[in-house]
């Protein structure tokens, strides 16, 4: 007699998102920043955040990146609950799981190109390799550049310079506020198409704050935040649709204002 074992195959457990918001609340004075956010975003995501001025676009990155802590609710980077964690280490996560980007690129003046990408490592109190910075700068389309101080640098080359330093620590999340508004379209251009590369070539997981629908169009979605709520997404979005989104949530915004 023949026994015959069946396999059941079970499917895979879904991944734990790299950055899951729980009932996020800030409050600034008496001001809701934030009024309760619940949010996934996916591991190798390219995430936009839009809405009017005010809406709490920044406070939502600062919190969701630990720069900030919520007045309540959750915040979970790469699997790591930030709530509770005392400043020292709040510190080292993000150091070493987080990058960030900002619109100001942050370069130290006196520094070399090789320095300043190096400079995380070094106050991490680890001595990066010559191959690893130069490795760093490749990456972001910056070979032979590692002697070059910010001033002898355009300003895309100085994101690129500011990109590479964020990135040299592999960290599970890069948050952008505003990565190309002070830069001119072209080289905003080139610096998107440098952020999309990398979320699909090497598996990075974006969020960007963003006021420009272009810039919007080259995310995989894009959440729409309003009085510190999300009122809204788009996948697949088209700088078309996005403006026309804002356009929509600004007139709102304007009648609800003159109605007071």
């Known amino acids: 007699m023949t026994s015959t074992t069946t396999t059941v195959h079970r499917p895979a457990a879904p991944a734990a998102p790299a950055v899951r918001l729980r009932g996020l609340r800030r409050l600034h004075r008496d001001v809701r920043a934030l009024d309760g956010v619940d949010l996934d975003l996916p591991a190798g995501s390219f995430t936009a955040v839009m809405g009017p001025s005010g809406s709490g676009k920044s ?30 280490r709040l510190t080292l996560l993000r150091r070493d ?93 080139a610096v998107l198409d440098l952020l999309r590369e990398l979320v699909d070539r090497d598996g990075l997981t974006l969020v960007m704050v963003t006021h420009d629908p272009v810039a919007a169009a080259r ?25 026309a989104r804002m356009a929509g949530l600004e007139a709102h915004g304007e009648a609800a204002g003159a109605a007071c």
């Open 97 to 189: 799981r987080i990058g960030f980007v900002f619109q100001s690129f942050n370069l130290l003046p006196s520094l070399t190109a090789a320095q300043n990408v190096a400079l995380p490592l070094r106050l991490a109190g680890r001595r990066p390799s010559r191959a690893q910075v130069r490795d760093a700068l490749a990456r972001v389309g910056l070979a032979g550049r590692e002697r070059h101080r910010p001033a002898e640098l355009s300003g895309g080359q100085q994101q690129r310079v500011a990109l590479a330093r964020a990135l040299i620590t592999r960290p599970a999340v890069l948050f952008g506020d505003e990565p190309t508004g002070a830069l001119d379209s072209t080289t905003g251009r």
């Open 219 to 243: 995310a995989d979605r894009v959440l729409f935040l309003v009085d510190g709520r999300l009122v809204g997404e788009q996948h697949a979005p088209t700088a078309e649709t996005v403006a």
């Open 59 to 88: 406070t939502l990155l600062q919190c969701a990146a630990g720069l900030d802590r919520p007045t309540a609710g959750t915040v979970e980077i790469d699997g790591v609950p930030l709530t509770g964690l005392s400043e020292r």
